[in-house]
C-alpha cells in the first residue's frame, strides 16, 4: 500500500486547522500510520527542503518554518501520493479551487498550511526523515468501506511495523539511489548513446542520452538528446560494495541496462562519455581529493567498460561548458545584474564560482567551428586586497594562521571555508581600531550559536553563519540575525563582488560574465539589489569603472550546470568520434569536416606559394 507524508506548517497549526485538515484525508478514506507535533531544529528543517537551498526565499523559508510547532503525519491508501496533492490543492493559493485545502483556508503563498510529497520516493525519503523510530501498521477495518477488494495495509505489505523488514530495505535503496527514466518512444531503437557524469567527493551522478541523426547544439538549449535523460542515477562513493570507480560506473551500466531492456532496443553500448570529475585532471586522469583509491582515467575506463571515447574534466571546467545551455527567460537559469542585452556573440565568456573553493574560468569562441572552448586557470588564488582598516587586520589574521608573511589569496575570504575563516577572526576581535574596526565584535557573539557553528564543521558551520546573517542592521535586520554573522557575510560579499568586477576587466567578457557555485543562489538578498555591498564592490574600478559598465553579469542558478557540461563535452566527443570513423550525420560534424577541409586545403595552398616564393628566388 502507497504512504504519504502530511505536514501542517506552523500557519496551520497556530490557526487551529489540524483537525480539519486530518478530518479531510480520514473522510477520503485514508489510514493514518503515524501523527507528532514537534518544533523542529533549523537543521531539520534544511534537511526536509535540501532541494530548496538555492532559492533566494530559502533563509526566509526555514525562519518560517522554525517559528512554531508542526504537525507530522504518515497517510496511507490506494494512489495518497497524488489523490493528496489534489486534496492540498495548487502551490500558490489563489490556483487553487475552491474544495481544496489551500483554496479553502489559504490566501497567502508564503502561509499555505500544508505540505505533501511529490512522489513516492520523496515520501519514503521524508518518512525516514521525520520518523526515523519507524512507523507502525494496523488492521483498518473500515477498508471493505473504502475498497471494493481491499489492499494489505501499508506496513503489513512492506514488512511489518517498527521500520523493519522489507521497508526498510525499500528507504535504504532510496537514500542510496536516485533513479530518472525517460524514453519517450517506447520500443525504439537507441544507437548513439552517450554518458555524462558529475563526479564529486561524495556522490557520483549519472545521465544517458540518446543522440539522433541530425540533432546539432544550439546556444541557449541543452546538448542534443533531449531535455530530460533516458536514464539517470545518483551513487555514494562510498558504499562498501564500491572498491573502485570502474565498480561505481559499472554499477550504473548495468542498472542504466536492466532498466532500459523493456522500454527499447539497446544493445548497452555507449559511443562516448564525459566525466566532470572534482580535482585536477592531467593526461586525462585524476584522483578524486578524498578518495585516494578512486583514480578515474579516461584510458583505462574504455578499455574497462566498452566506451568509445572517455573525456575527463575538472568539475569546474564542467560548470563553464554548462553555460552554454542555459537561457534567461523569466529567470529561468540565472539572474541578470546588469548589462541585459549587451552580448555580443563570438565575445568571451567568462565564469567564477564559490563554494567549497572558488574556481574561475573562460570561455572563446573559434568562429571556424561556431563553437565555445572553454579554459581553465587558477583564478581564485591570485591576491585577496583589503578594502577597510577591519580587513587589513583580517588579511594579517589570516596570515598569522596559513605562515602567510607575504599575501592571502581570495580564496581564503571567498568560499565556504573563507566564511568560516572571516567568522573565527571576528569572534576574536576585540576592537580598538580606526573606522570599522573599532568594534568590539568578541562582545557580540552568541554563546549557543557560536557552539553549533564551531560543532558543525566547515560546510554545515558555514551555512549556519549565512543563516544567521542579515543584509540590514539595526531595528530593520531580520528576527533570528546576528552581527558577528552579518559582519561576516559583509565581508565575503564585498570580497566576492571585487572579484567579480575583477573578472570583468581581466576578460572582458561582452558576451557573459556568470557567478556560478552554491554560495551566490542562495544568498541573493546580497547580490540582486543595486545597493549590496556586492554590487557596489563590483563596480567600484576607478578609472575603468566604464570599461565594465556593459558587460552582462548573471547569477547563475540552475544547480545543474556541471552535469549539463558533461553532457555538452559527451556529445562533442560522438561527434569527434563519428567525424574520425566517417560515419557522423549530425550537422556539426559536418561542419568540422567542412572547416578541417578548407584548412587543410589553405595550408597547401600556403605551403604551394611558399614554395614557388622560394624557387623563384633560387632562381
Known amino acids: 500500500m502507497e504512504r504519504s507524508f502530511i505536514m501542517i506548517k506552523p500557519d496551520g497549526v497556530q490557526r487551529g486547522l489540524v483537525g480539519s485538515i486530518i478530518k479531510r484525508f480520514e473522510g477520503k478514506g485514508f489510514q493514518m500510520l503515524a501523527l507528532k507535533q514537534e518544533a523542529c531544529s533549523i537543521e531539520h528543517m534544511e534537511k526536509h527542503y535540501a532541494d530548496l537551498a538555492t532559492k533566494r526565499f530559502f533563509p526566509s523559508l526555514i525562519e518560517y518554518m522554525t517559528s512554531a510547532p508542526v504537525v507530522a503525519m504518515v497517510w496511507s491508501g490506494e494512489g495518497v501520493v497524488a489523490e493528496g496533492r489534489k486534496m492540498l490543492g495548487a502551490t500558490k493559493p489563489s490556483d487553487s479551487l475552491m474544495g481544496t485545502i489551500r483554496g479553502d483556508f489559504c490566501i497567502d503563498i508564503g502561509r499555505n498550511v500544508c505540505h505533501g510529497s511529490d512522489c513516492v520516493e520523496a515520501a519514503e525519503r521524508e518518512i525516514q526523515l521525520w520518523f526515523p523510530e519507524g512507523v507502525g501498521s494496523y488492521d483498518d477495518h473500515s477498508a471493505a468501506w473504502v475498497y471494493e477488494s481491499p489492499p494489505a495495509s501499508a506496513n503489513a505489505a512492506a514488512g511489518g511495523g517498527g521500520g523493519g523488514g522489507a521497508a526498510a530495505a525499500v528507504v535504504a535503496a532510496a537514500t542510496k539511489r536516485k533513479y530518472t527514466l525517460n524514453v519517450p518512444d517506447c520500443g525504439r531503437v537507441l544507437g548513439r548513446v552517450v554518458l555524462a557524469g558529475d ?113 575527463i574534466i575538472n568539475d569546474f571546467l564542467g560548470q563553464a561548458y554548462g553555460l552554454l545551455t542555459l537561457h534567461g527567460e523569466n529567470d529561468e537559469h540565472y539572474v541578470q545584474l546588469q548589462g541585459k542585452g549587451s552580448e555580443i556573440h563570438g565575445e568571451p565568456i567568462a565564469c567564477i564560482g564559490a563554494g567549497t573553493g ?153 558576451n557573459g560574465l556568470f557567478v556560478v557555485g552554491g554560495i551566490a543562489p542562495k544568498n541573493m538578498d546580497w547580490i540582486t539589489p543595486s545597493d549590496s555591498v556586492f554590487r557596489q564592490a563590483l563596480n567600484d574600478k576607478g578609472r575603468q569603472a566604464a570599461a565594465i559598465a556593459d558587460i552582462p553579469v548573471k547569477v547563475v542558478t540552475q544547480t545543474d550546470c556541471g552535469l549539463r557540461g558533461a553532457h555538452v563535452m559527451a556529445y562533442r566527443e560522438l561527434v569527434a568520434v563519428e567525424t574520425r570513423l566517417g560515419t557522423s550525420v549530425s550537422r556539426d560534424a559536418l561542419v568540422i569536416k567542412a572547416t578541417l577541409k578548407k584548412r587543410y586545403i589553405a595550408t597547401a595552398l600556403a605551403a604551394l606559394a611558399l614554395g614557388v616564393f622560394v624557387w623563384k628566388r633560387e632562381r
Open 199 to 311: 563526479i564529486g567527493g561524495t556522490n557520483s551522478r549519472f545521465e544517458l542520452y540518446d543522440v539522433l541523426p541530425g540533432d546539432h547544439h544550439k546556444r541557449g538549449h541543452r546538448a542534443p538528446g533531449g531535455a530530460r535523460p533516458l536514464f539517470g542515477a545518483d551513487y555514494k562513493n562510498d558504499d562498501a560494495q564500491f572498491k573502485s570507480f570502474d565498480d561505481v560506473l559499472l554499477a550504473f551500466l548495468t542498472d542504466a541496462r536492466r532498466e532500459l531492456a523493456p522500454l527499447a532496443q539497446w544493445d548497452g553500448r555507449v559511443v562516448a562519455a564525459c566525466l566532470a570529475v572534482a580535482g585536477c585532471v592531467t593526461n586525462n586522469s585524476v584522483t578524486l581529493t578524498n578518495l585516494a583509491d578512486f583514480v578515474i582515467s579516461g584510458e583505462h575506463l574504455q578499455a574497462s567498460t566498452g566506451i568509445a571515447s572517455v573525456r
Open 358 to 510: 572558488l574556481g574561475v574560468a573562460f570561455l572563446s569562441c573559434d568562429h571556424a567551428l561556431y563553437n565555445y572552448q572553454a579554459f581553465p586557470s587558477e583564478g581564485g588564488h591570485i591576491e585577496w586586497s583589503p578594502r577597510s582598516p577591519l580587513e587589513v587586520e583580517l588579511q594579517n589574521y589570516i596570515k598569522l594562521a596559513t605562515g602567510s608573511a607575504t599575501r592571502v589569496s581570495l580564496e581564503r575570504v571567498i568560499s565556504g571555508i573563507g566564511l568560516r575563516t572571516v567568522y573565527e577572526f571576528l569572534r576574536e576581535y576585540r576592537g580598538g581600531g580606526a573606522a570599522d574596526a573599532a568594534t568590539n565584535y568578541s562582545a557580540l557573539v552568541d554563546a549557543a550559536l557560536d557552539a553549533r557553528i564551531q560543532a558543525g564543521g566547515a560546510k554545515s558551520g558555514a551555512d549556519l553563519i549565512a543563516m544567521h546573517a542579515s543584509v540590514r542592521s539595526g531595528n530593520q535586520a531580520r528576527k533570528g540575525s546576528n552581527p558577528v554573522c552579518s559582519k561576516a557575510m559583509e565581508i565575503m560579499m564585498r570580497a566576492y563582488g571585487a572579484a567579480v568586477g575583477s573578472a570583468a576587466l581581466m576578460f572582458l567578457p561582452r
